[in-house]
């Protein structure tokens, strides 16, 4: 599975935006961005995906570099309750892949009053 | 709409008992996984099914450790006998297909916190 790099903590201040960087230098043709987070004692929650192009949800913002290579979460204001883990996934779309999430360590986001 | 329910979200036992943990994913979706969350190893998929038949199971720990879908309704991930290094948070997830494609989101349910005495 191609994988991913993220910082592994970053921390905002709170009404400010964050942007949450994501490396996938062996990202294939096939492989969709994800963006999960986990807030504390609860399941991970999707945030948000894309392919190619840029992305925007009720949530984020998910910017995707024009090699595919990198991407970038974008919280436009944070909040309090956005203090969470966050972790960059790529998904295969077919093959023995299908339908396979493997999260790595992610970013812990502090967001500060 | 009903979101994945696990049971029981939490679990204490002791060492050598069969622990049974339970999950109903959302009514329609027809792909269904089982995580195990720890902090050393973080989260870690250890099976899937799609239309409850098991695809990879290549993340289950050992023999110990089965997992069963029945129906599409309802999945069972059994550890018999347990140890005290199966200490985890358990989560289910479950998803739909778009388009003949996995591109959807999975929706995980609360999780089941096992503790092996």
């Known amino acids: 599975d191609a994988k991913t790099t993220q910082p592994n903590s970053m921390e905002s201040n709170e009404e400010e935006p964050v942007h949450l960087p994501c490396n996938h230098s062996?990202?294939?043709?096939?492989?969709?961005i994800h963006w999960y987070r986990q807030l504390p004692s609860q399941g991970p929650e999707y945030v948000i995906h894309?392919?190619?192009s840029n992305v925007n949800n009720r949530m984020a913002s998910l910017a995707i570099a024009e090699d595919r290579k990198s991407s970038t979460l974008i919280l436009h204001r944070a909040t309090l309750r956005d203090a969470a883990v966050y972790y960059c996934?790529?998904?295969?779309?077919?093959?023995?892949?299908?339908?396979?999430?493997?999260f790595g360590q992610g970013t812990i986001l502090t967001v500060h009053p | 709409d009903a979101g994945v329910i696990q049971s029981p979200r939490h679990e204490v036992t002791e060492m050598g008992q069969e622990v049974t943990l339970r999950c109903k994913p959302i009514?329609?979706?027809?792909?269904l996984f089982w995580y195990r969350q720890t902090m050393m190893r973080g989260l870690e998929l250890l099976i899937y099914?799609?239309?409850?038949?098991?695809?990879?199971d290549s993340g289950m720990p050992e023999d110990r450790f089965s997992a069963k879908m029945p129906n599409a309704s309802f999945s069972t991930l059994k550890i018999q006998p347990s140890e005290p290094r199966d200490s985890a948070v358990y989560f289910c997830?479950?998803?739909?297909?778009?388009?003949?494609?996995?591109?959807?989101?999975?929706?995980f349910g609360e999780g089941s916190r096992l503790t092996v005495l």
């Open positions: 997830a479950s998803s739909s297909p778009e388009g003949g494609y996995y591109t959807g989101e999975l929706f």
């Open positions: 062996t990202i294939s043709g096939t492989d969709y």
């Open positions: 894309g392919l190619t």
């Open positions: 996934i790529l998904r295969g779309a077919g093959g023995t892949s299908y339908g396979k999430l493997t």
């Open positions: 009514s329609g979706h027809n792909s």
């Open positions: 099914f799609n239309n409850n038949v098991p695809i990879d």
